[in-house]
């Protein structure tokens, strides 16, 4: 099969290898449909030591049950599934308290001799626990949509989730990519009557408007923390979607005392400003990776009547031979969110 491996950073090259085949009982084989390019695949893109045996790419994707292994009852060959960005057994103790990602038998597409999404076909592990039946067709024009589910449209969600917004607040979100837009999907769902997002690229912005945010600032630093001070007093619910301390920064200095920020943005930085001035303003911190496979049967509905439609964040889609130039233009800002049609 064709899929992307990329060896170190902006090298990313689509190869063929081997045809992922049923290991162990519990697999299965899916024939990818749709995928795309994560705003997290970008770090490695931009930093990654050169490697002679690459990395498998890719880890939000849709497709075709093509096989299943013999303890697999839940799934059908011919079945289109959503996968979760990491796998899970659905059963341990972890994923029965909501937190799939710290599943104790799962892991992360790419590594271990599990396939990366961005490929013709991913051997999926534990596929009953994983994988999530769609009651549409492969061809159905909901697909950007439901895709998002897989990471992005799941992750705005646990941030807003984390950051316990309710009605009538009034939210922060920094960082105007696609997961802050999703979040602001989110956001607005759960009621907040006010939703300040702040972000400078004027195309995402305008969409983020129509996802739902009320406000928008563009600039940053002092200025944008005197803006969103002008427009709101401060905020008691932030949501940091995008992982740099310039954006962390943004986050603690928006936010009142004993109010809430939920990190979405996978950190670029080890050290954080949390000494005794954050600890005398009572600020909750939390947030963190989403335990997408726990949010999905919450979502699916709603993406499946129209109510939300977060596969707008996909602005343009590459052919799978195309994924180094899916990768360039997202680094390189020509493109929001990239889809992968293998």
């Not at 994560?38 to 497709?63: A, I, K, N």
């Not at 939703?195 to 630093?221: K, Q, S, W």
């Not at 999905?296 to 109510?307: F, H, R, S």
Request: with cysteine.
């Amino acid at each position: 099969m064709r899929a992307a491996v990329m060896y170190g950073a902006r090298d990313v090259r689509v190869e063929d290898r081997p045809d992922p085949k049923i290991v162990k009982p519990a697999d299965a084989v899916v024939r990818v449909v749709a995928a795309c390019v994560c705003g997290s695949d970008l770090w490695p893109y931009q930093s990654m030591p050169v490697t002679d045996t690459g990395r498998p790419m890719g880890h939000e994707f849709l497709g075709v049950v093509e096989e299943t292994g013999a303890e697999v009852t839940g799934l059908r060959t011919g079945d289109l599934v959503l996968a979760p960005f990491t796998y899970s057994d659905n059963t341990c103790d972890y994923c029965a308290k909501g937190l799939h990602i710290s599943c104790r038998n799962g892991g992360r597409y790419g590594f271990d001799g599990v396939d990366g999404g961005q490929g013709e076909a991913v051997r999926v592990p534990y596929a009953d626990g994983t994988l999530v039946k769609l009651p549409v067709a492969a061809d159905s024009a909901l697909l950007p949509s439901l895709l998002t589910l897989s990471d992005v449209m799941t992750t705005g969600h646990h941030g807003a989730v984390t950051a316990g917004v309710g009605r009538g607040d009034t939210v922060l979100v920094v960082g105007d990519g696609a997961v802050g837009l999703c979040a602001v999907i989110a956001a607005k769902r759960l009621g907040a009557e006010r939703i300040v997002l702040a972000g400078r690229h004027e195309a995402r912005t305008e969409l983020g408007r129509d996802f739902g945010a009320t406000d928008v600032v563009a600039e940053r630093g002092e200025e944008g923390l005197a803006r969103i001070r002008e427009l709101t007093g401060g905020v008691e619910k932030v949501i940091e979607a995008v992982g740099t301390r310039q954006a962390l920064d943004t986050a603690l200095g928006a936010v009142l005392d004993g109010g809430t920020i939920s990190r979405l943005g996978a950190p670029q930085y080890e050290l954080g400003p949390l000494g005794r001035a954050e600890f005398m303003r009572n600020i909750t911190l939390t947030g963190g990776a989403s335990p997408a496979r726990a949010y999905i049967e919450q979502l699916l509905p709603e993406v499946l009547d129209g109510t939300i439609t977060p596969g707008r964040v996909f602005d343009r889609t590459f052919a799978l031979d195309q994924a180094p130039d899916a990768y360039r233009a997202m680094a390189d800002r020509q493109v929001l969110k990239a889809l992968v049609a293998p």
